[in-house]
């Protein structure tokens, strides 16, 4: 499993903690915010309002807030815009990194991030200057202890999976984006719960790192986490998994 998939197992753990603090209901509410302005407020028809709303209840956000969100995303009246934008760069020892934001104030977000990228050495690149190193997949993670490798490998791959990969307590299944609700209606048919399921990019290659640059990498990848406008932050980094859990405990 990739450097950043076990970073990303360990902010998944993280959640709770950061819900009790408002921030990921705040990232979330945007999510679903734009996902029902751009796709409708139907969960069944909007397939990117559907991943937004479970990612949503899986995080016990109240179903009344998802609802006031949707309604307030499809009305006619609205006090405040978000756009999306992505900002793309280079962070320490070279890692290319992928910032998709969802910001009421372009401007200030900009600074902000570019800020986040400087004081670690790292700097902001033009638009498509590493967009090209990833792509665009589904991802489901499954614990461990609620499912066989064999037995889960044999569904998911049935189901339209291209592959799965295990880490010391996940199964990281990847597909297309367009078979991720497929997969995710196998499993859930076969009676295996996921920890996540979403559309993300992937690198297709990724840039070893240790010492002082790896510590500087995953200090940039939770400040831009923690920031409020980021939504995902994408990375080609290979960080030996000691170290990761060394530098996040």
């Not at 815009?81 to 900002?87: A, D, K, R």
């Not at 993670?141 to 307590?169: H, P, Y």
Request: hydrophobic letters at 40%; proline letters at 3%.
């Amino acid at each position: 499993m990739s450097g950043h998939s076990k970073w990303h197992n360990i902010r998944l753990r993280k959640a709770k903690q950061d819900a009790v603090r408002g921030k990921l209901f705040t990232k979330i509410g945007r999510e679903i915010l734009v996902a029902a302005r751009e796709g409708g407020g139907s969960v069944e028809a909007n397939a990117r309002l559907r991943a937004a709303v479970d990612k949503a209840r899986a995080a016990s956000m109240p179903q009344d807030n998802i609802k006031r969100l949707i309604d307030r995303a499809t009305g006619q009246a609205d006090d405040v815009h978000y756009e999306e934008v992505s900002y793309e760069g280079y962070g320490p020892g070279g890692v290319a990194m992928l910032v998709e934001v969802v910001t009421d104030n372009r401007n200030r977000t900009l600074s902000e991030v570019r800020g986040m990228f400087t004081r670690v050495g790292g700097s902001l690149g033009e638009p498509g200057c590493v967009a090209w190193m990833f792509a665009s997949k589904g991802v489901i993670l499954v614990s461990k202890d609620a499912a066989d490798e064999e037995r889960l490998l044999e569904i998911a791959l049935e189901a339209g999976a291209e592959d799965l990969a295990s880490g010391e307590a996940t199964h990281e299944i990847t597909c297309e984006p367009g078979q991720l609700e497929a997969v995710k209606s196998a499993l859930e048919a076969a009676g295996i719960a996921y920890e996540s399921a979403e559309v993300t990019m992937t690198p297709q290659s990724t840039v070893p790192v240790e010492g002082k640059q790896a510590e500087q990498v995953l200090r940039l990848m939770e400040e831009l986490e923690e920031q409020d406008d980021v939504q995902r932050v994408h990375a080609n980094f290979d960080i030996p998994d000691a170290v990761i859990e060394a530098l996040a405990a």
